[in-house]
């Protein structure tokens, strides 16, 4: 109930109805400079006349919004002739004349695909919703009746949305001092780039006119565009009546905008800066929202990082015509603070009910929400919407796993929570960046620092996928699979293992990770993770090295766009650098309309099933219990006397088993510790419990048959002949738990485990006859049933020439990305 709570808090204080004084704007928003200033604009008056009708007032309010409409078009039109030769120059980036470098290119077009995404989203429903309006037009003379459905004309929720993400307009002005620069330089030092500058034609599709900018000039339309927002939004209250339904939620996009707009302005002259009493001046780094916990309960915060310390702050409910406001929680000095991360695996029990009983309930309300976006019913929308907003809000503060823990010399304490890896070592890295520099903490000014945060913060509101704008056509919906391959270019050997994270909507998981690698400079995994998503743009990775009683350590990462994914249907493997670390893999998408998120099912058991049944469902063609446990065996059982003779502790191998049948990660994380005869004793195990044995039983009589053909070629070709009439997970697993044991043998002047010991360990867990014998005369006599078994094994682990094994199922794969 707290949490709920703490939700709708956190809601209210963004959407409250407020009084705006609609005469001007502040003074303070424009800058009357002639050096930069991202906020110059020119104010429109409106002529407001107190004693027009309704009607009258609806008209200019429609007047209003078809200029909106035909403005928004334009600065479309404006926005991808800026981008038209993004592709080109990239391209170019990386060939050995570029145009730009790929620094370059990034800095010139920062943020402007995001802002087109943006207005392109803003504009399809602007329109939409003027174009779904019946308005009936009666002649009386040379007057117009207008329709009620004028009055029902609800377009507030539209601007609402687009100024919850005017945020992106912040980048684009920090920055665009910088892309001007480039512009400048690049055109007197290159006449390709000249050319390309003074010359940027646009082409109106109405009319084929065609358009003469320079890119500088095209590069100055987002900063004129963010203060016409506010111009506009200033009109439109004004010509909306305020029993209106839209006037609640145009009031308040006309304050964030406002409120947006100063705080741009204050920054761009103090660098987000603090003026603290002794002259002194505190800078902002960042800032976000996360969980904090407090006695067991959690929190929505928003964490404001200075250059001297951390502020903690929450969202207090706003009154009427007031700016947001924040109440202080707590603050730590950054001189001397630590810091601690780990992972909680998973939810306990009662809160992984309560998680999967949201996203039930979000995934219905958006599936009602979809159907109802082609009808009139605007306001029974808006509410859905709402409560959709509380639920994923919910569920941000709920499925936080990732603790960063901050422990100062002063003895204070904090523990705060993240829903993704990634953000969280964002967060710590930017921390323990300023933590190195020995900072020197100022006693903070608590109330002028809290007081400050409303006009400095950066990020204006947590990362849910409601508030998440552009086209949605391009977004994934269906299932995204990922094989983790290999890595290389680590500095020393370790163990690794990669956190895959997809966005979207939180109806299912989006987080998964390989197993942990075996001490390696190359680890590898080839290992299959597979997610549902709705609404993913983004996937993100990261390497980790894992270490025995020590944080791990995140050895690099990046983020990959999944626009170019969505067009191809196969494999597609590339190669990405995380940091020093390539990590190779492969990516598949297939679309499809998604079910219900499952409630909270158990876990896939791995003993006791037949094994194309797990290695189906797995992904791969050998077993992961199989790999780790071999790959242990390797490490550090190659010379341990009586390896797979000598059994481990039956308590500890049922652990193991245990551990594997509810949690792979977990259960490979035991296996690095384990005694290695218990992880031996753990294989045969596996291979002893198969409902069906992994050579099949039908074949038990016809390898007998063979081993008795005289000649020696005749019985290699019949024996090579019935391996491949293996089912292809049973023969990839056989041959590649053969070649492992032929390199145990390999030591076995140290563990004494020669190939007859091997063949004689395995023989019955690998072969047995059929249930019901068919006649044969050995059927009923067990000693010759062990000779049969024993002298296939052998046979098998005498041949010198048996193919190698495929760990990972035959992908269809598409030429390699680098």
């Known amino acids: 109930m707290e949490i709920y709570q703490d939700a709708v808090l956190y809601l209210e204080s963004q959407h409250v109805p407020v009084e705006v004084n609609t005469d001007v704007l502040e003074e303070d928003v424009f800058q009357e400079d002639t050096s930069f200033s991202p906020l110059q604009a020119d104010s429109i008056d409106f002529p407001e006349n107190p004693t027009c009708s309704s009607e009258e007032m609806l008209e200019r309010r429609l007047l209003v919004l078809k200029g909106i409409l035909e403005s928004e078009e334009v600065y479309l039109r404006e926005l991808e002739t800026l981008l038209m030769p993004m592709k080109a120059l990239r391209a170019s980036a990386g060939t050995s004349q570029p145009v730009l470098s790929s620094q370059q290119v990034q800095t010139l077009f920062y943020q402007v695909p995001e802002l087109r995404d943006m207005h392109q989203s803003f504009y399809s429903g602007l329109k939409t919703r003027l174009n779904d309006r019946h308005q009936t037009e009666l002649p009386t003379g040379e007057e117009r009746q207008v329709n009620h459905t004028d009055s029902e004309l609800v377009v507030g929720d539209l601007f609402l949305k687009m100024v919850n993400q005017i945020g992106l307009y912040r980048g684009f002005i920090e920055n665009y001092e910088n892309a001007v620069d480039v512009v400048r330089k690049c055109t007197q030092s ?33 900063l004129d565009r963010v203060t016409r927002t506010t111009l506009v939004l200033q009109d439109l209250v004004k010509t909306t009546p305020t029993l209106h339904r839209d006037y609640t939620a145009l009031q308040e996009a006309l304050r964030l905008s406002r409120g947006f707009l100063s705080g741009v302005n204050e920054s761009s002259n103090a660098k987000r800066e603090v003026t603290l009493s002794h002259g002194m001046r505190r800078q902002l780094m960042c800032d976000g929202f996360m969980v904090d916990v407090t006695e067991g309960e959690r929190a929505l915060r928003h964490l404001f990082l200075y250059t001297d310390l951390l502020l903690c702050v929450r969202a207090k409910h706003a009154t009427r015509g007031k700016q947001d406001q924040y109440r202080f ?26 998680l999967c009983t949201l996203k039930n309930k979000m995934y219905t309300l958006r599936q009602q929400l979809q159907q109802q976006a082609g009808t009139r019913a605007i306001s029974f929308t808006a509410r859905n919407q709402k409560k959709l907003e509380q639920m994923e809000l919910m569920m941000f503060i709920l499925s936080a796993l990732y603790r960063l823990e901050l422990h100062s010399p002063s003895g204070k304490s904090h523990t705060l929570l993240f ?4 953000e969280l070592e964002e967060w710590r890295e930017a921390i323990h960046k300023l933590t190195t520099q020995n900072v020197e903490t100022v006693p903070p000014d608590l109330l002028t620092l809290t007081g400050a945060c409303a006009k400095l913060r950066m990020t204006q509101q947590p990362p849910l996928q409601t508030y998440i704008s552009g086209n949605e056509s391009l977004w994934l919906r269906g299932t995204l699979s990922v094989a983790v391959h290999s890595a290389c270019g680590l500095q020393q050997p370790a163990c690794v293992y990669v956190c895959v994270e997809v966005d979207g909507w939180d109806f299912y998981n989006k987080q998964a990770k390989t197993h942990s690698s075996v001490q390696s400079l190359s680890p590898h995994w080839d290992q299959e993770l597979t997610f549902q998503v709705d609404g993913a743009q983004n996937l993100r990775l990261l390497c980790v090295s894992q270490s025995d009683g020590q944080d791990d350590t995140v050895l690099g990462k990046t983020t990959l766009k999944l626009e170019s994914i969505s067009q191809s249907k196969r494999w597609r493997r590339q190669t990405l650098q995380l940091g020093p670390v390539e990590v190779t893999l492969s990516i598949k998408y297939a679309p499809h309309p998604l079910e219900p998120p499952l409630s909270a099912a158990p876990p896939q ?12 469902f797995e992904g791969v063609l050998v077993p992961h219990v199989v790999q780790r446990c071999v790959e242990e065996v390797e490490r550090r059982g190659m010379e341990e006397v009586g390896i797979y003779r000598i059994s481990g502790t039956s308590s500890e191998i049922n652990t193991l088993k245990a551990a594997f049948n509810s949690n792979l990660r ?66 990839h697993t056989f041959l590649y738990l053969i070649h492992h044991l032929q390199r145990v043998s390999e030591r076995q002047d140290i563990n004494k485990m020669s190939l007859l010991n091997l063949a004689t360990v395995f023989g019955p867990s690998l072969l047995r006859p059929p249930v019901a014998d068919l006649g044969h005369d050995f059927g009923s006599n067990i000693s010759q049933e062990v000779v049969v078994q024993v002298q296939v094994i052998l046979w098998y682990l005498q041949c010198h020439n048996l193919p190698d094994p495929q760990i990972l199922v035959p992908h269809d794969t598409e030429a390699e990305d680098s």
């Open 190 to 222: 290159d006449p390709r780039f000249r050319t390309l500058a003074e010359s940027m034609m646009s082409s109106n599709s109405s009319d084929k006119v065609r358009t003469t900018y320079t890119l500088e000039a095209l590069l100055y339309k987002p």
């Open 419 to 422: 829903t993704s890896l990634y």
């Open 605 to 616: 058991p791995i003993f006791c099933v037949p094994i194309e049944t797990l290695a189906q």
């Open 666 to 731: 977990e259960a490979v994380t035991r296996l690095r510790t384990a005694e290695v005869n218990v992880v031996s004793g753990v294989l045969k195990l596996y291979f002893r419990e198969l409902p069906e044995p992994l050579i099949p039983s039908e074949l038990f009589h016809r390898l007998a048959r063979t081993l008795e053909i005289q000649d020696i070629d005749t019985q290699h070709v019949s024996m090579m002949s019935l391996l491949e009439s293996f089912p292809d997970t049973n023969r």
């Open 329 to 354: 929680c707590w603050y730590l000095p950054l001189a001397g603070l630590k810091l601690h991360w780990a992972s909680d695996e998973e939810h306990p029990p009662p809160a992984n009910l309560r």
